[in-house]
């Protein structure tokens, strides 16, 4: 049966999505939860405004199933403060040739292994069912307006891999029991970043562009290169922050690291270039240079060669060399 709109709109009650109709408009509202128990026939394939999905308010819940066009065209549009949330090994609604996602909406990847569409989102979650659970990324920049999230839910873990560059413009989550693979890319972050669980750095560029932005968490922060492109950027005291690549600021950029913070480098003609750096900690292996002065608030602990001549560097606790 061919339903030309059909429009769930309780404010109140869970309404089930029914798979009985091939839908032509299907519109949801009234912020209640709507949810699929069974893949939607695929709706209509014809001209616009046939084939199109309102997620107007509230959470659209497509569980395990499947809510997609019959063939290319219609739009799907998820608009500010709404909610979609996808399960099982689904991705995202296939054969839409125009998806908005408003900068503060949200998609929620919730299932097992699943393939991340290549769109631009407003808030982006990533989390697992059961088990260990890999989320495929995007082979194309990435660009993520609103929050970006890694979280167990109810797996064991969660891991996912850069395919290209992500451009994050809120904040940075990556929780406990979950890893973000940097792979080779650089990626610019406008605001905090936060890591209770695993930054692997591989030989990615972690990009910090955001005024005053925090890096935070007691998680394992592995850097490849950082760089520190805005100022009052900071690191949380006492945290631990690795780097086996370089460290430098750019134009405005600068980088303070809170009392008791120990920053860790390592690596073979590495170096910390750019100026206003005000380390707390600093351990050293390998051979590291500097460009331009460090400050250094706490001690400097070198286990191989570290090359100040090029600058002029403060030390305000110990130099030890091991």
């Given at each position: 049966?061919?339903?030309r709109?059909?429009?769930?709109?309780?404010?109140?009650i869970?309404q089930?999505?029914?798979?009985?109709?091939?839908y032509g408009?299907?519109?949801?509202?009234g912020?209640?939860?709507?949810?699929?128990?069974?893949?939607?026939?695929?709706l209509?394939?014809?001209g616009l405004?046939?084939?199109t999905?309102?997620?107007?308010?509230?959470?659209?819940?497509l569980?395990?199933?499947?809510c997609?066009?019959?063939?290319?065209?219609?739009?799907?549009?998820v608009a500010?403060n709404?909610?979609?949330?996808?399960g099982?090994?689904?991705d995202?609604?296939n054969?839409f040739?125009?998806?908005?996602?408003?900068s503060?909406s949200l998609?929620?990847?919730?299932?097992?292994n699943?393939t991340?569409?290549d769109?631009?989102?407003?808030d982006?979650?990533?989390?697992g069912?059961?088990?260990?659970?890999?989320?495929?990324?995007?082979?194309t920049?990435?660009?993520?307006?609103g929050?970006?999230?890694?979280?167990?839910?109810s797996?064991?873990?969660?891991s996912a891999?850069?395919?290209?560059?992500?451009?994050a413009?809120?904040n940075?989550?990556i929780?406990e029991?979950c890893?973000?693979?940097?792979?080779?890319?650089t990626h610019?972050?406008?605001?905090?970043?936060?890591v209770?669980g695993?930054?692997?750095?591989?030989?990615?560029?972690?990009r910090?562009?955001g005024?005053?932005?925090?890096?935070?968490?007691?998680?394992?922060?592995?850097f490849?290169?950082a760089v520190?492109?805005q100022?009052?950027?900071?690191a949380?005291?006492?945290?631990?922050l690795?780097?086996?690549?370089?460290?430098s600021t750019?134009?405005?950029?600068t980088?303070?690291?809170g009392?008791?913070g120990?920053?860790?480098?390592?690596?073979?003609s590495?170096?910390?270039s750019g100026?206003?750096?005000?380390?707390f900690?600093?351990?050293?292996?390998?051979?590291?240079?500097?460009?331009?002065?460090?400050?250094?608030?706490?001690?400097?602990?070198?286990?191989g060669s570290?090359d100040?001549?090029a600058?002029i560097?403060?030390?305000?606790?110990?130099?030890l060399?091991?």
């Amino acid at each position: 049966v061919y339903k030309r709109q059909v429009h769930y709109a309780s404010s109140s009650i869970t309404q089930t999505v029914s798979s009985a109709y091939k839908y032509g408009i299907l519109r949801i509202s009234g912020g209640s939860t709507k949810e699929l128990a069974a893949d939607l026939t695929d709706l209509h394939g014809g001209g616009l405004p046939r084939g199109t999905v309102y997620i107007d308010e509230g959470i659209f819940d497509l569980k395990t199933f499947t809510c997609d066009r019959q063939s290319g065209g219609g739009t799907f549009i998820v608009a500010a403060n709404a909610e979609l949330w996808i399960g099982g090994t689904e991705d995202f609604p296939n054969n839409f040739d125009n998806v908005t996602l408003a900068s503060t909406s949200l998609v929620w990847y919730y299932g097992n292994n699943q393939t991340v569409e290549d769109l631009d989102y407003g808030d982006l979650t990533l989390s697992g069912t059961s088990g260990a659970v890999t989320k495929t990324l995007p082979a194309t920049t990435l660009d993520i307006y609103g929050e970006f999230t890694m979280e167990e839910g109810s797996a064991g873990s969660v891991s996912a891999t850069a395919g290209n560059e992500i451009n994050a413009y809120g904040n940075v989550y990556i929780g406990e029991n979950c890893t973000f693979n940097g792979s080779s890319y650089t990626h610019n972050l406008d605001a905090d970043f936060e890591v209770e669980g695993t930054l692997e750095g591989a030989t990615s560029t972690i990009r910090f562009t955001g005024v005053n932005a925090q890096i935070l968490g007691t998680g394992d922060i592995d850097f490849h290169h950082a760089v520190f492109a805005q100022s009052g950027i900071s690191a949380e005291a006492g945290s631990i922050l690795t780097a086996s690549g370089n460290l430098s600021t750019t134009g405005a950029g600068t980088f303070t690291h809170g009392s008791g913070g120990s920053f860790e480098m390592s690596g073979t003609s590495r170096t910390i270039s750019g100026s206003d750096f005000d380390f707390f900690d600093l351990e050293l292996s390998g051979t590291i240079s500097t460009i331009e002065h460090i400050d250094i608030f706490g001690d400097i602990i070198v286990d191989g060669s570290f090359d100040a001549t090029a600058g002029i560097t403060h030390i305000k606790g110990c130099l030890l060399y091991t």
